[in-house]
């Protein structure tokens, strides 16, 4: 178990959202707190809000897109004397019809998304491995495991950093004290809806029930004390993977039409880049807001899981049922013969 007083962290996309709230978290535990992000403002802002609450902290603007850029964040944090956790954060969103979102957009998600996790840990790695131990904690989302129609290079990103994760992971076996984390959280209250890339022409949101993203830093606390391989954020995170993993394709075709018909009926928006080529105009803090319109009960929310497990169920005894009806078969025809 690792005691994060004095332990050194780096976070990644610590300007705003999950990053500045997990800062702010270790900070309150006294923690040595490496913050990088594209945003320096934005950063000396988060990192004067950690300084209060009695953390060391050094600021390291930094375009995780830039393997260069990130040695040398690295660098900067071994003025420590080392790095103990490694929080992988930074991601982007572009949200529109494929073939109607620009390429350079598609092509922007994926390398900052995927290739500046992948920098992240070419810089993480070796260090771990000189000083016999670190923990590399990558931000994934329920995307990761069910896409999300509509976004299909945030798919493609998150898939891809799932099975980047267990492949480092395979590869670092043997290293005991190495450990190589994946958090999968629902839809967290963040501003990073409004931050992302917009080619719908309509006001994006997110379905309830959407969770405060201080949820999610607590379970990225938790893991750097106890690391282990996978921790999901959020009951709908859960229940969305099982039900992807029991019935792959028509979740995914409920999902398109669901975000179809909102999308027919939300305000018209401006199309707009957001922040996947330069950081937002204002950083917007931890929250976005989202929770104050999308507020859901918990016996909603539960109401929504038991049917979702039922249909679940309901997929499974019918695949079942279709199982047995073939083996069935297969007797009579041997009996035949």
Same mark, same amino acid.
Request: hydrophobic share 45%; net charge positive.
């Given at each position: 178990?690792?005691?994060?007083?004095?332990?050194?962290?780096?976070?990644?996309?610590?300007?705003?959202?999950?990053?500045?709230?997990?800062?702010? *978290?270790? +900070?309150?535990?006294? #923690? =040595?707190?490496? !913050?990088?992000?594209?945003?320096? $403002?934005?950063?000396? /802002?988060? @990192?004067?809000?950690?300084?209060?609450?009695?953390?060391?902290?050094?600021?390291?603007?930094?375009?995780?897109?830039?393997?260069?850029?990130?040695?040398?964040?690295?660098?900067?944090?071994?003025?420590?004397?080392?790095?103990?956790?490694?929080?992988?954060?930074?991601?982007?969103?572009?949200?529109?019809?494929?073939?109607?979102?620009?390429?350079?957009?598609?092509?922007?998600?994926?390398?900052?998304?995927?290739?500046?996790?992948?920098?992240?840990?070419?810089?993480?790695?070796?260090?771990?491995?000189?000083?016999?131990?670190?923990?590399?904690?990558?931000?994934?989302?329920?995307?990761?495991?069910?896409?999300?129609?509509? *976004?299909? +290079?945030?798919?493609? #990103? =998150?898939?891809? !950093?799932?099975?980047?994760?267990? $492949?480092?992971?395979? /590869?670092? @076996?043997?290293?005991?004290?190495?450990?190589?984390?994946?958090?999968?959280?629902?839809?967290?209250?963040?501003?990073?809806?409004?931050?992302?890339?917009?080619?719908?022409?309509?006001?994006?949101?997110?379905?309830?029930?959407?969770?405060?993203?201080?949820?999610?830093?607590?379970?990225?606390?938790?893991?750097?004390?106890?690391?282990?391989?996978?921790?999901?954020?959020?009951?709908?995170?859960?229940?969305?993977?099982?039900?992807?993993?029991?019935?792959?394709?028509?979740?995914?075709?409920?999902?398109?039409?669901?975000?179809?018909?909102?999308?027919?009926?939300?305000?018209?928006?401006?199309?707009?880049?957001?922040?996947?080529?330069?950081?937002?105009?204002?950083?917007?803090?931890?929250?976005?807001?989202?929770?104050?319109?999308?507020?859901?009960?918990? @016996?909603?929310?539960?109401?929504?899981?038991?049917?979702?497990?039922?249909?679940?169920?309901?997929?499974?005894?019918?695949?079942?049922?279709?199982?047995?009806?073939?083996?069935?078969?297969?007797?009579?025809?041997?009996?035949?013969?």
């Amino acid at each position: 178990m690792l005691n994060l007083e004095g332990a050194v962290v780096v976070i990644t996309g610590a300007s705003s959202g999950v990053g500045q709230a997990t800062a702010e *978290a270790f +900070a309150r535990r006294g #923690s =040595k707190l490496v !913050l990088a992000a594209r945003d320096a $403002a934005a950063l000396h /802002e988060v @990192a004067r809000t950690c300084r209060k609450l009695g953390a060391e902290v050094l600021v390291a603007p930094t375009d995780v897109t830039n393997a260069e850029a990130v040695k040398g964040l690295a660098k900067k944090a071994m003025s420590f004397g080392r790095i103990d956790v490694w929080f992988s954060n930074v991601g982007v969103g572009a949200v529109g019809r494929f073939d109607e979102t620009p390429i350079e957009a598609h092509e922007q998600v994926i390398r900052t998304n995927l290739i500046g996790h992948f920098n992240d840990a070419h810089a993480a790695i070796p260090i771990f491995r000189k000083q016999g131990h670190g923990t590399f904690i990558n931000m994934i989302s329920l995307g990761g495991f069910a896409s999300a129609p509509f *976004a299909a +290079a945030y798919s493609a #990103s =998150k898939f891809g !950093l799932r099975g980047f994760s267990e $492949a480092l992971r395979a /590869e670092l @076996a043997e290293e005991r004290d190495i450990h190589i984390c994946d958090v999968y959280p629902t839809f967290l209250d963040t501003p990073g809806v409004v931050h992302g890339a917009n080619y719908t022409g309509r006001r994006l949101s997110v379905p309830p029930p959407v969770y405060n993203a201080r949820r999610a830093a607590r379970a990225i606390l938790r893991l750097a004390e106890r690391p282990r391989n996978k921790l999901t954020v959020g009951l709908v995170a859960d229940l969305t993977r099982f039900a992807h993993f029991v019935a792959p394709e028509t979740t995914t075709r409920l999902m398109a039409r669901m975000t179809a018909r909102y999308l027919s009926r939300a305000p018209r928006a401006a199309t707009s880049h957001g922040n996947l080529f330069r950081p937002p105009a204002v950083a917007g803090g931890i929250d976005g807001g989202l929770r104050s319109r999308h507020r859901v009960p918990i @016996a909603a929310t539960a109401a929504v899981c038991v049917v979702g497990l039922a249909v679940a169920a309901l997929v499974l005894g019918r695949q079942g049922a279709a199982a047995r009806r073939g083996h069935s078969g297969v007797a009579r025809l041997f009996r035949r013969t």
